[in-house]
C-alpha cells in the first residue's frame, strides 16, 4: 500500500487477524504492539482503537479540557468540532471527567480529541463501532470533509462494511487459519428464561435527572431482544438494574404467577450481563478458569461454548495478553456459561468481523429458540437484522417496541 | 466553549499569590501552639470552602480521615500510654493538648490544600497555575497526571466491582465490597501496569507533554485585589500564629 497522503479516507477491509490493526499503527508511525519503539519521522500522527478508554489522556479532569489539551483552540476547524460536539448531544458530557462517561460517549471525544490535535495521520480502528448510526454519520462527516482536507485518515470498522459511504476501500487478506467463531454452535444451557414484567422502574443517579424513568415492559423467553437507544440513553443502566448491580429508585420486576423479584438482593440470579469493555471483567489468569473449566475439553455446556467461540488453543493463556478480539469473545463466554434465565450482551460485536458476527447471531438465535432470554445491545443494524429480534427502543428513559422499517429492510445474508 | 467564557468573571486569585498564600498559611498552621487560635482559623477555613462550594468534600474528608486518625491519637495518648498511670484509660492534661493541637492542624492543613487546589481540578488554570509555580516538562505532566488519578482510580474501582457483582462472584453490600478489595487488587494491579504502558505511547506519541503547556486560559487570569486580599490574610493568620 503507498504510504503517500491521500485526502480520501480509506476503509481496511478484512478479517479478524488481517492484520489491520498493524497497519494503522504503523501508518501513525506506532509499533504493531503497544509498548515497542516509536517509529521516528511519523510524529504528528493519531491513532485511536475501540477501547477508547486507554486513549483518554488521564491529563484533564473534564472533556472540555481533554480537547483543549489536544489543541481545539489552534485547531482550524474548531467551530466544526464544537458543532459536532452539540449535534452528537455531547456538550453536556465536557464539564464530566471523561473516564465517567458511557463508552459510545467516550469514542466521541477520543475521536474528536484526535481531530483537534489536527494530525497529519488518522487511524481509527474499530472505535466508531460504538456509535449509533446517526453519530456515525456525523462522524464521517467530519472525517470526508473538513478533517480530510489537512489529514489522511484510514479506518478499520466491521460495521462500516455495511455502510453506504463515500469511503474508498482495500481490502487485506487474513494471514492464515485463525481461530473463529463456530456458526452451529447448539445453546448448551439447561436452564430456559423466565417471563418478567418490568413495572414502572425508575432509576436515576442525580436526583432529578431520570435516567430511566418509568419503564414498562413484559419479557418473554425464547426470542432475542434488541436493545436500541441513542448513546447515552441509559441502555447500560438498565442492564445494570435489571442484573442487580443498581437498585432502582421505584418500580418492580414481577414473574409470570405476580411474585416480585429483587435482582439487587441477589445479584446474577436471573440475569447475566456482558460488559462493554471486556477488559475489566476479565479476573483469572487462565481462560480456562475464567470460564470456570475443569479438566480438559469435551461434552458439556461450557465446553459447547469453548467450541463455538473459538477458545481451544487459548485456554491456557492469560485472558489480558489476548488480543482485543479474542479478549471480548472470551467474556462473552463467560457470562454465557453462568448459564442464567437471561443474559445481556452489549455490544457483543465489537471487533468482530462479519463471519463472526454471523456465526453469533446463528447462535443467538438458537439459544433463543432453545428458551433461553436474551437480550443484545447493539448499534449495528446489519448484525440485528441478522437476530430475529424483537426492537425494543430506550428512549426518555421509557422502553417501547418498535419495528424500525430501516432494520426489517435489511435483508440476511 | 461556553464554560471557558464563564471563567473570565470568576474571581480567583493569581498563581503565585496562591501558591504563596498557601505557603505561609501552612507555616502558620504548624507554628501556631494555641488550640483556640487553629480553631478559629479553621472555622474560617470552612467559611471559605462553603463559599467556594467544596465545604462537602471537606466534610467528607473529616469524616472518613480525620475523624478515624483522631481516634488513634486518642487511643496511642489515652491508653497505650496512660498519663499518670501505669495501666487504664485517662488523657492528661498534656496529652489531650497535644492531641487537639496535632488533630485541629491536620484539620486545618488539610483544609488548606483542599482550598488551594480543588477549585482548579475542573479549569484550565490548573495548568498555568503548575507552570507559575516552576513546574516544567515531566514534573507538570506528573502532578496534572496525579490530581486526574484519584477520579480514574474511583471510576476503574467501581467497573471492576460492578463486574465482579454481574458475574456473582459479589454482593452488593458493604462487607461482600470490603471482601472483595483482595480479588480486586490483581485486575486493578494489571489496569495500572497496562495503562501505564498505554499512556506513555499515548503521551510521546502525541506530544502531550508539550501540549500540555500550551493549553490556553482566558485572558487576565487571576484577580489582583482578590490575590492581595488572600495574601494579606495568610500573612496576618502567621503573624498572628508568631505571637500567640
Known amino acids: 500500500m503507498s504510504e503517500s497522503y491521500a485526502p480520501a479516507p480509506i476503509l481496511l477491509e478484512g478479517p479478524n487477524f488481517s492484520g489491520r490493526t498493524a497497519h494503522l499503527r504503523g501508518f501513525v508511525g506506532l509499533p504493531p504492539v503497544s509498548g515497542g519503539e516509536l517509529t521516528q519521522g511519523l510524529s504528528g500522527g493519531a491513532f485511536v482503537a475501540q477501547d477508547s478508554q486507554n486513549f483518554i489522556s488521564g491529563l484533564a479532569t473534564t472533556g472540555h479540557l481533554e480537547l483543549l489539551l489536544h489543541g481545539l483552540e489552534q485547531c482550524p476547524f474548531r467551530e466544526d468540532i464544537e458543532r459536532l460536539t452539540v449535534q452528537l448531544r455531547l456538550r453536556e458530557c465536557l464539564d464530566r471527567n471523561p473516564f465517567t462517561l458511557s463508552g459510545g460517549e467516550q469514542a466521541m471525544l477520543t475521536v474528536l480529541s484526535a481531530a483537534a490535535m489536527t494530525p497529519r495521520r488518522l487511524a481509527l480502528d474499530g472505535v466508531l463501532e460504538q456509535l449509533s448510526d446517526a453519530s456515525r454519520e456525523v462522524m464521517l462527516d467530519l472525517i470526508g470533509g473538513p478533517l480530510a482536507t ?264 | 466553549m461556553a464554560s471557558s467564557k464563564r471563567r473570565a468573571d470568576d474571581h480567583i486569585p493569581e498563581p503565585w499569590a496562591r501558591g504563596t498564600a498557601t505557603l505561609v498559611a501552612v507555616i502558620g498552621v504548624f507554628v501556631c501552639t494555641d488550640p483556640t487560635a487553629l480553631m478559629l482559623f479553621w472555622i474560617g477555613l470552612l467559611l471559605l470552602l462553603y463559599l467556594v462550594g467544596i465545604l462537602s468534600l471537606h466534610l467528607h474528608f473529616l469524616l472518613f480521615v480525620w475523624v478515624p486518625l483522631c481516634l488513634g491519637l486518642l487511643l496511642v495518648w489515652g491508653v497505650a500510654i496512660p498519663a499518670g498511670n501505669s495501666a487504664g484509660f485517662g488523657l492528661g492534661s498534656a496529652e489531650a493538648y497535644r492531641t487537639a493541637l496535632i488533630a485541629l492542624r491536620i484539620g486545618a492543613f488539610a483544609a488548606l490544600l483542599q482550598l488551594c487546589f480543588v477549585p482548579l481540578l475542573h479549569r484550565s488554570e490548573l495548568v498555568v497555575t503548575l507552570t507559575a509555580w516552576g513546574l516544567r516538562g515531566s514534573a507538570l505532566v506528573l502532578a496534572v497526571a496525579s490530581m486526574t488519578l484519584i477520579d480514574d482510580l474511583r471510576y476503574r474501582v467501581d467497573q471492576v466491582m460492578s463486574a465482579r457483582i454481574a458475574r456473582g462472584l459479589a454482593a452488593r453490600n458493604t462487607l461482600s465490597r470490603v471482601l472483595q478489595l483482595p480479588a480486586m487488587l490483581r485486575p486493578l494491579l494489571v489496569f495500572v501496569l497496562t495503562s501505564a504502558v498505554r499512556r506513555s505511547e499515548l503521551w510521546t506519541h502525541r506530544g502531550l507533554e508539550r501540549r500540555l503547556a500550551q493549553i490556553p486560559v482566558e485572558n487576565g487570569f487571576g484577580s489582583r485585589s482578590v490575590s492581595v486580599l488572600i495574601l494579606a490574610g495568610a500573612i496576618a493568620w502567621l503573624a498572628a500564629s508568631l505571637l500567640l
Open chain 1, 150 to 413: 489537512v489529514c489522511a485518515t484510514r479506518l478499520a470498522d466491521n460495521r462500516l462494511t455495511h455502510f453506504p459511504g463515500l469511503l474508498e476501500r482495500f481490502s487485506l487478506r487474513p494471514p492464515g487459519a485463525v481461530p473463529a467463531l463456530r456458526p452451529d454452535t447448539p445453546w448448551p444451557g439447561r436452564t430456559t428464561g423466565k417471563v418478567l414484567t418490568l413495572a414502572g422502574i425508575r432509576f436515576a443517579y442525580r436526583r432529578g435527572q431520570a435516567v430511566l424513568d418509568g419503564i414498562d415492559f413484559r419479557l418473554q423467553p425464547g426470542r432475542v431482544y434488541v436493545l436500541h437507544g441513542a448513546n447515552g440513553a441509559g441502555k447500560s443502566t438498565l442492564s445494570k438494574v435489571l442484573c442487580g448491580i443498581l437498585r432502582p429508585r421505584s418500580g418492580e420486576l414481577l414473574t409470570a404467577t405476580g411474585q416480585r423479584v429483587q435482582p439487587w438482593r441477589e445479584p446474577a440470579g436471573l440475569f447475566a450481563y456482558h460488559f462493554q469493555n471486556p477488559d475489566l471483567q476479565l479476573f483469572h489468569t487462565r481462560v480456562r478458569d475464567e470460564l470456570g473449566l475443569v479438566g480438559e475439553p469435551s461434552d458439556g455446556g461450557t465446553f459447547h461454548l469453548v467450541h463455538g467461540f473459538g477458545l481451544e488453543s487459548v485456554l491456557d493463556e492469560h485472558p489480558l495478553d489476548l488480543p482485543y478480539v479474542l479478549r471480548k469473545r472470551v467474556a462473552m463466554a463467560a457470562t454465557l456459561a453462568m448459564f442464567r434465565p437471561w443474559t445481556i450482551l452489549d455490544e457483543p460485536t465489537l471487533g468482530q468481523d462479519d463471519a463472526n458476527c454471523l456465526a453469533l447471531a446463528a447462535f443467538l438465535r438458537r439459544a433463543a429458540k432453545a428458551g433461553a432470554g436474551i437480550i443484545v445491545i447493539s448499534h449495528s443494524r446489519w448484525f440485528s437484522a441478522q437476530l430475529d429480534a424483537e426492537h425494543i427502543l430506550l428512549r426518555g428513559g421509557r422502553l417501547e417496541a418498535v419495528v424500525p422499517t430501516e432494520i426489517s429492510a435489511e435483508k440476511r445474508v
